[in-house]
């Protein structure tokens, strides 16, 4: 078993903090804090390395990103950043949207389901290690010119952040398009896209500050 990282122990304490909700029975989070830690610990035992990143547990080998944990309102995921790379044989994978092009996500609802699926979860994610060990990449498609390439990947490495941008309001996501878009260069348009990660989470537009 790993290090624990002490920010995850904090987030099944409290709730990642990204709401209203934050420290309230309500937080989905501490909504399902029993089935989080039961995947906690499975995904341990297949020796990751866990940290924190983007208000979520993640779990590493030697720092490439392999899955993200998160808790939904009706479901607690286990996303893989490479999930289109996996063979899949139960047919257990879904993806978080349409456009997704790399994530794929299993989803547990109840402590007894993830319990009787341990050893299948362990498999997918000792396949999903060797995909990172033997430097498989995921192929994007072309993306349409009028959503920055940069914002598209960053969909695919965090979950939830499609849906945040989504829940903007069409002014709001005109505005941040804009913005990122006008970049010329690729490292400013991510670095622009960074640094309103934190507002998109929270609902704020670019002038919302």
């Given at each position: 078993?790993?290090?624990?990282?002490?920010?995850?122990?904090?987030?099944?304490?409290?709730?990642?903090?990204?709401?209203?909700?934050?420290?309230?029975?309500?937080?989905?989070?501490?909504?399902?804090?029993?089935?989080?830690?039961?995947?906690?610990?499975?995904?341990?035992?297949?020796?990751?390395?866990?940290?924190?990143?983007?208000?979520?547990?993640?779990?590493m080998?030697?720092?490439?990103?392999?899955?993200?944990?998160?808790?939904?309102?009706?479901?607690?995921?286990?996303?893989?950043?490479?999930?289109?790379?996996?063979?899949?044989?139960?047919?257990?994978?879904?993806?978080?949207?349409?456009?997704?092009?790399?994530?794929?996500?299993?989803?547990?609802?109840?402590?007894q389901?993830?319990?009787?699926?341990?050893?299948?979860?362990?498999?997918?994610?000792?396949?999903?290690?060797?995909?990172?060990?033997?430097?498989?990449?995921?192929?994007?498609?072309?993306?349409?010119?009028s959503?920055?390439?940069?914002?598209?990947?960053?969909?695919?490495?965090?979950?939830?952040?499609?849906?945040?941008?989504?829940?903007?309001?069409?002014?709001?996501?005109?505005?941040?398009?804009?913005?990122?878009?006008?970049?010329?260069?690729?490292?400013?348009?991510?670095?622009?896209?960074?640094?309103?990660?934190?507002?998109?989470?929270?609902?704020?537009?670019?002038?919302?500050?």
């Amino acid at each position: 078993m790993q290090n624990p990282d002490h920010k995850v122990d904090l987030y099944l304490e409290e709730g990642c903090g990204r709401c209203a909700l934050y420290q309230t029975p309500n937080c989905k989070v501490r909504r399902w804090t029993a089935e989080l830690n039961e995947v906690r610990r499975i995904i341990l035992d297949c020796g990751l390395e866990e940290a924190y990143k983007w208000s979520q547990p993640c779990y590493m080998y030697k720092k490439s990103n392999i899955l993200l944990v998160a808790a939904m309102k009706e479901y607690v995921v286990v996303a893989f950043f490479k999930g289109t790379l996996l063979a899949d044989p139960q047919g257990i994978l879904v993806s978080p949207g349409p456009d997704s092009q790399s994530i794929r996500q299993l989803r547990f609802t109840r402590v007894q389901e993830i319990l009787e699926m341990e050893s299948i979860l362990k498999a997918y994610i000792f396949e999903a290690l060797e995909v990172e060990k033997m430097g498989l990449k995921v192929e994007f498609r072309k993306t349409p010119a009028s959503v920055p390439s940069e914002l598209l990947d960053k969909f695919e490495e965090m979950p939830g952040l499609k849906s945040a941008f989504e829940a903007l309001t069409p002014g709001r996501q005109r505005g941040y398009m804009l913005y990122f878009s006008q970049a010329k260069q690729s490292k400013t348009r991510e670095a622009r896209i960074e640094k309103y990660l934190g507002e998109i989470f929270k609902g704020k537009g670019l002038h919302d500050r």
